[in-house]
């Protein structure tokens, strides 16, 4: 029997995240045939922002590239426009270039297009929307000649365009008719915290602002609100809102009202007609996010394969906000007219914000700012509509119910063991999850050995295991941040790159790892200062070598000078010298503070500097990672040595590692937080490896430093 | 066979060690993969993985996983070291040795043979074990030998003999365990100090079984309890008397069993006559419904186990409080049969084969007396000497460190033991060995006790040196050589065998491998208690381990004792009535709190080994002491500072941590660490008349924050 002939209008992420799931389902059914509007295969739209913000290039957004068409032997038009679909007895699709493709079934995923309000001017030059593709290359294009830009729209993606308009290098306002940002999304109070964030990054906002008009003789040159105030602008982006694009539909007699009605299998009041995404209304909701097209995707898939399958019963939008930096994540009902808030938290140290709606006793809703590592479990419990005393239990965390563990699964660092028998770690038992395809909690002990010991931390393994159920790959390890908005790689696949070619210069360096703003900024210029410096040391010289001013350095020491009272066998004040010699001349990724006391008799603030020796009644103590500004953050314990020498390397190497391991920028505690105390000790105490630490550090001890030259110590306790 | 730290040559196959855990008594078998490096570095890696066995069942704890680490530590010792005006200065083998036996017949000429003093350890192999016996005998002629195991077992040994009529650590099968319907784990941490024996637990309580701890902190075993009875330090024997009277009062005993196994029960009976459920509450400072629930529970469990470890034995009374829990067995008649018995957990790898052979001060190999007179001539016979060669019985190990004290030992020669961390009392062991004029230490690391040597002997490392252990269950193993040991590193055994050489008596030390020496320990052991005639290597490589006694070498060895009758000679065993005591060292106005001690789950003994291990010590950096919230708020300490804790002995310096798991009147401290945080500053050194087991476990203390006591000091 010959295969039957879907069509698929729409070359967009619904479409094709539907094709995928049909492939997978059954890949010999149809003979597929999709027409694009755009010139590009399938790429990500909602990581367009990551490009403009340079973070990504085009490339990396694409989904489903052009062999992926070929090798599923899919028939791709782009640039093509459907103009008709004779759905009553033909069952052919029209094209704007004269095609006729006859079809059995066919799918509209039209997706939607800027919403374009009506205001005089929207048709000057220079007034675009943020949608497309092109849309991001006429706003480079215009970053190279203009400098002042104004966003109309501060919602999602009118943030987002204005965040990558502003790593352009352009003046950025963004223009809102609402009282305060994201409002359909955020509360006051968070949107606040928002928009103060977005004011540090350099964006300008005019809120409560009702555009009238877009001025300009040819081209746009500023926007006048109705209070007539203006403002300049050379670029106006248009981002108030999306339209589903439906006239195919309605103009070919499918039923539309505002976009295109289906059924909960997807099915328009056309035979074999379907539609989703954007472009589509179902129980009166036309989405404009992510998840519920694929939600969608995967039902009309299994619809249309003939597959049993539930029907789709809607989606619970939530969004993220993509902005380098902020954490923002929003789901279900916020607006407190229809839900009463169940639970708000404001950290004011870590600024960090947690609301939580309900109605009727359920979780309906919710709001992060700052942290949004509970996004995925409060997005289940929105789903689920669980009661709030889930929500009880895990705020007092009085009992030891299940909730506790699940939130304690969900923060622990990826390294940080669940089974110190064994010495499995979180990741580990994620990654045997994931990969690994095990379900159970038996598989897991299995194949991890976590638990198989003593078995106590049996419900800790079981509750990781849940979460990595739960949260999948998203929850294991993720992806390295970019170092800065110049480019999408990150600290660590820079450091590599410079490692296999240290002499490089730094431009050649950008430029291989294509960067999308090769003159870099501040962040990312002395990170391959420093990381270059690391690799070959400034003493030995290099053609582009960077005056050794001009890094980090040990910031202060303090040497308590009361040193030897009575009983105490620790010199504080020769310890403290050496060290400074050594260090005075070291770059470091962050500014350090030392601090040195023969005991707790001469207090100097050992647990709140990077580094800090004290004497004690076991021997010398090391403390790393200590703060004394936001955020305070108390030394961890690194190391007990009895004597003087061995202090000293102990010392000395843990710098040295956080040299080499640090991210460029990264202070010691942070630094501390990331790799772990457990592991940081373990490689410290490894006596080859601390020696080896100990003697790169020394040649610039050697190299600074006459010999025996006297404390010069800023002695400040 | 590779070194343990051979270069990794790309392209070849990794290669790959058998070997066995160094460290408790499980003995656990493991491989250890010389794995390559990661890329951009040269340090060496390695892969561990359990391999099963009928103890470990191939699993790992975290000490066995990084057992690898501290043999291939820079800081293992690879000369001879000799104290030259105070200093160590490095020697060859020839010299260090040469300079040993030279002082050891000047001394001998001296002051007698007794004026040598031998300490062993409870982790050396059989093998050696065997030979230090026989070298302190023969090559010196000294009767003081002694080793750390007698703060191991002692209890818990003599009680075996002379309830049963012998001592092997389990009288049943681990595999028992999960048959047992009721489980008793009496002063035993099993989670943190043999955690690969925990499953056994979990799958009994999976089975329905109830599981009843005693110890006075909410450990890691206690909770997963049924019943915990949070018990005051030192009342062991009380609570067993307690539950005994339950018992009875419920007509739980089983008669039966009593009148056909048993001998002394009238004796217990007109004992138990005196003793009230309710005094026994308020002296163990438990509730009184509690003891009966658990009495209950075991009574009437069809099947049980009663494990009992160093919480009830490291005490003055360790010896009758273990007898106590025994009558309890015996009451009930749960024993010689699938899914009852008793244990005494074990504590160190071979803490059970190292006090068969001869190791110990009143002990001849295959468990035979120093005392009795057949017994010498056996042994003296395999030897090919005369009985009056072999000394008389010599003293406990801490008795051995009073007589270096007094100046009656002179010369101390140490093997795998660190006594002056691991003793009671330690400051006077400190000084004691500070004093002795010839002090040699045979290690793999400069130990506490190393340091204040006059000649250091590094020794081979576990996976380095051949030789059988002896499980807690009495199951014999055989942990293979693995790798070639670092250049200027010997055996243990060879050691022995090259001084008697020196001394001229290498007549009886002929050994060329630890095989030869288990041939002459199977001869010795033949027709003994813990006979090993029927154990050989081959047939310990095909059956993977063989339980003691084994008399044949072609008739399989059985796991349950006492299926058919006990060891003494009418078959039965023997009740014994014991006094409910008050602790040893009760708490007073000045010492108010009461002090125990205990292992944690990263570190081994006295941390010589796990302290080395970068994994294990990241894991557990420096002592504490555990105290309740409660207490910590009435003696003003904060959680984390420092603290001086001190009793009639002396003093230690830790950090405190505070919690609500431990009873507020007892505070516990582990015991991995020397120097000024050594809990065993503080111990008592008084010990159980019966077995010389010193009272580790109640020491009265009185504690202070370490910054007021300054202040005290510093304004008088």
Not at chain 1, 87 to 104: F, M, N, Q, W
Not at chain 1, 553 to 573: C, G, P, R
Not at chain 2, 203 to 218: F, H, L, Q, S, Y
Not at chain 2, 625 to 642: C, F, M, N, S, V
Request: charged fraction near 20%; include cysteine.
């Amino acid at each position: 029997m010959a295969k039957k002939h879907l069509v698929v209008i729409g070359n967009g992420m619904a479409g094709m995240k539907c094709v995928e799931e049909i492939l997978s389902i059954d890949p010999e059914r149809f003979q597929i045939t999709v027409i694009g509007k755009e010139k590009h295969p399938n790429y990500n739209r909602i990581l367009l922002s990551k490009v403009l913000q340079g973070d990504s290039s085009i490339n990396d957004i694409v989904i489903n590239d052009w062999s992926w068409y070929s090798d599923n032997h899919i028939k791709l038009y782009t640039g093509e426009t459907a103009t008709r679909i004779h759905h009553s007895k033909d069952k052919v699709v029209e094209t704007a270039s004269g095609l006729r493709i006859p079809y059995d079934a066919l799918i509209i995923a039209t997706g939607s297009s800027a919403f374009i309000p009506p205001i005089n001017g929207v048709n000057k030059s220079g007034v675009i929307s943020f949608r497309s593709i092109e849309d991001c290359q006429t706003m480079m294009d215009y970053a190279g000649k203009y400098r002042k830009a104004a966003v109309i729209g501060g919602g999602l993606l009118g943030l987002e365009a204005a965040r990558g308009l502003l790593n352009l290098g352009m003046e950025t306002s963004v223009i809102h008719n609402a009282p305060y940002l994201m409002n359909r999304q955020l509360d006051r109070f968070s949107a606040e915290l928002l928009q103060k964030e977005l004011e540090e990054q350099g964006m300008k906002f005019l809120l409560g602002k009702d555009t009238e008009k877009i001025i300009g003789r040819d081209r746009a040159k500023g926007v006048r609100f109705t209070n007539g105030t203006t403002v300049d602008a050379d670029l106006v982006v248009l981002s108030v809102g999306i339209r589903p694009n439906i006239e195919l539909a309605r103009k070919s007699g499918i039923d539309t009202e505002r976009a295109i009605l289906v059924d909960d299998y997807m099915r328009t009041n056309a035979e074999d007609v379907y539609a989703l995404g954007e472009c589509a209304e179902h129980r009166g909701i036309a989405y404009g996010l992510v998840a519920p097209l694929y939600e969608q995707g995967r039902v009309l898939a299994k619809a249309i394969c003939g597959v049993e399958t539930e029907p789709y019963k809607g989606s619970i939008p939530y969004a993220q906000l993509k902005v380098s930096g902020v954490q923002v994540f929003s789901v279900g009902e916020i607006g407190e007219d229809r839900a009463d808030t169940a639970l708000q938290q404001f950290d004011g140290i870590r600024n960090t914000y947690k609301k939580v709606m309900m109605n009727y006793g359920k979780v309906t809703g919710a709001i992060l700012y700052g942290n949004t590592d509970e996004a995925t479990s409060l997005l289940n419990l929105v789903k689920q509509k669980a009661p709030v005393s889930t929500l009880q239990a895990a705020a007092s965390g009085a009992s030891a119910g299940g909730s506790v563990l699940d939130e304690e699964a969900e923060s622990m660092q990826p390294r940080e063991k669940v089974c110190a028998c064994n010495a499995v770690t979180k990741a580990s038992i994620m990654n045997a999850v994931i990969d690994g395809g095990l379900r159970t909690y038996e598989q897991v002990r299995e194949k991890t050995k976590a638990s198989s010991s003593c078995g106590g931390c049996r419900p800790m393994v079981e509750a990781v295991l849940k979460y990595a159920l739960r949260a999948g790959k998203d929850g294991a390890a993720s992806a390295e941040p970019p170092i800065c908005a110049c480019t999408t790689t990150g600290h660590q696949a820079l450091k590599e790159s410079i490692a296999r070619q240290p002499r490089a210069t730094a431009q050649s360096i950008k430029e291989s790892l294509n960067w999308t703003n090769v003159q870099g900024c501040r962040l990312c210029n002395k990170a391959i200062e420093y990381y270059k410096e690391l690799i070959v040391p400034n003493f030995i010289s290099f053609e582009d070598r960077v005056p050794a001013s001009s890094f980090n350095k040990l910031s202060s020491t303090i040497v308590s000078t009361e040193h030897l009272v009575e009983n105490s066998f620790y010199d504080a004040q020769r310890i403290g010298s050496k060290l400074q010699q050594v260090w005075n001349a070291v770059p470091m990724p962050a500014p350090v503070m030392a601090s040195i006391t023969s005991g707790p008799h001469a207090p100097a603030g050992v647990l709140v500097h990077d580094i800090g020796l004290t004497g004690a009644p076991a021997g010398w103590e090391l403390y790393a990672g200590g703060h004394m500004e936001h955020p305070v953050k108390q030394g961890q314990l690194i190391g007990i040595v009895e004597t003087d020498t061995d202090a000293l390397e102990l010392a000395v190497s843990c710098v040295q590692l956080y040299r080499e391991s640090a991210s460029y920028g990264e202070p010691m505690w942070k630094w501390m937080e990331r790799e772990g105390i457990t592991e940081i000790r373990e490689l410290l105490l490894d006596l080859e490896y601390r020696q080896e630490l100990v003697n790169k550090s020394a040649l610039y001890g050697e190299v600074a430093a006459a010999e025996q030259r006297k404390d010069e110590a800023v002695c400040r306790s | 066979m590779p070194q343990l730290t051979a270069e990794r040559k790309s392209g070849e196959t990794l290669p790959v060690i058998q070997t066995q855990c160094p460290y408790c008594s499980v003995q656990c078998k493991m491989q250890i993969t010389l794995t390559e490096p990661p890329p951009g570095s040269n340090r060496l890696t390695y892969t561990v993985e359990g391999v099963a066995n009928a103890a470990s069942e191939g699993r790992l704890c975290v000490k066995g996983m990084n057992a690898h680490q501290h043999a291939t530590s820079t800081e293992r010792l690879l000369h001879p070291l000799i104290k030259r005006d105070g200093q160590f200065v490095e020697a060859t083998w020839d010299e260090a040795l040469r300079v040993i036996a030279d002082n050891f017949q000047a001394t001998s000429a001296a002051y007698g043979p007794d004026a040598i003093g031998v300490y062993g350890g409870g982790s050396l192999t059989n093998e050696t074990a065997y030979l230090l016996g026989k070298f302190a005998r023969i090559a010196l002629g000294t009767k003081y030998i002694d080793y750390n195991g007698r703060f191991c077992m002692s209890a818990a040994a003599s009680a075996g003999v002379k309830t049963f009529g012998v001592d092997r650590g389990l009288t049943c099968r681990l595999a028992d365990i999960p048959l047992a319907s009721c489980i008793i784990l009496a002063g035993t941490n099993i989670a943190e100090c043999q955690p690969t024996l925990m499953p056994y637990f979990t799958k009994a309580k999976e089975n329905g079984a109830t599981i009843i701890v005693i110890d006075p902190r909410v450990t890691a075993t206690a909770a997963i309890a049924d019943i915990h009875l949070q018990v005051k330090p030192g009342t062991d024997a009380a609570l067993a008397n307690g539950l005994l009277k339950a018992l009875e009062e419920e007509g739980l005993f089983n008669e039966s069993f009593i009148a056909e196994k048993t001998s002394g029960f009238y004796e217990l009976k007109k004992h138990l006559s005196g003793i009230n459920v309710a005094e026994v509450a308020a002296l163990t400072g438990l509730d009184e419904a509690d003891i009966r629930k658990a009495a209950i529970a075991y009574g009437k469990a069809d099947t049980g186990i009663v494990f009992t470890a160093r919480g009830v034995e490291q005490q003055t009374d360790g010896h009758m409080a273990v007898r106590n829990f025994l009558n309890l067995v015996l009451a009930t008649g749960k024993i010689g049969k699938p899914g009852c018995g008793y244990g005494a957990v074990t504590g160190q790898g071979n803490g059970q084969g190292g006090r068969e052979h001869g190791q110990k001060a009143d002990q001849l190999p295959g468990y035979r007396s120093i005392e009795n007179e057949n017994d010498r001539a056996y042994i003296a016979k395999v030897w090919g000497i005369e009985p009056e060669r072999i000394p008389r019985k010599g003293v406990s190990a801490y008795e051995m460190m009073e007589l270096v004290h007094q100046d009656v030992i002179r010369s101390l020669f140490i093997m795998g033991s660190n006594p002056v961390v691991s003793n009671p009392n330690a400051l006077l062991v400190e000084e004691g060995l500070n004093k002795c004029e010839f002090l040699v230490v045979a290690d793999m690391f400069m130990s506490e006790t190393a340091r204040m040597a006059d000649v250091v002997l590094p020794v081979t490392a576990y996976v380095e040196n051949e030789g059988t252990l002896t499980n807690l269950e009495g199951r014999v193993l055989l942990r293979p050589q693995g790798s070639i040991p670092p250049e200027g590193t010997k055996h243990d055994w060879r050691i022995l065998c090259e001084l008697a050489d020196l001394l001229g008596q290498q007549t009886y030390f002929p050994f060329q491998s630890a095989e030869q020496i288990f041939e002459e320990l199977r001869i010795a052991s033949k027709g003994g208690i813990a006979d090993y005639y029927g154990i050989t290597y081959d047939r310990l490589r095909r059956e993977g381990g063989v339980y003691w006694p084994c008399p044949s070498t072609d008739k399989p060895s059985s796991g349950i004792m006492f299926e058919n009758g006990f060891a003494h000679p009418d078959g039965r065993a023997i009740f014994t009535p014991v006094e409910s005591r008050m602790p040893q060292e009760t708490p007073s106005a000045e010492y108010p709190l009461t002090m125990t001690n205990g292992r944690v789950l990263s570190h081994y003994l006295t941390g010589v080994q796990t302290r080395r291990s970068k994994t294990l010590a990241a894991r557990s950096m420096e002592n504490f002491i555990e105290l309740h919230p409660k207490t910590a708020k009435q003696y003003r300490i904060e959680d984390g500072e420092w603290v001086y804790v001190e009793s009639r002995r002396g003093g230690f310096t830790v950090r405190s941590r505070i919690t609500d798991q431990i009873r507020e009147d007892t505070v516990f401290v582990p015991m991995h660490w020397g120097g000024v945080q050594n809990v065993n500053r503080a111990t008592t050194p008084e010990l159980d008349p019966n077995c010389k087991m010193p009272g580790f476990k109640t020491s009265a203390v009185s504690i202070i924050p370490l910054r007021l006591k300054r202040e005290l000091e510093a304004t008088h």
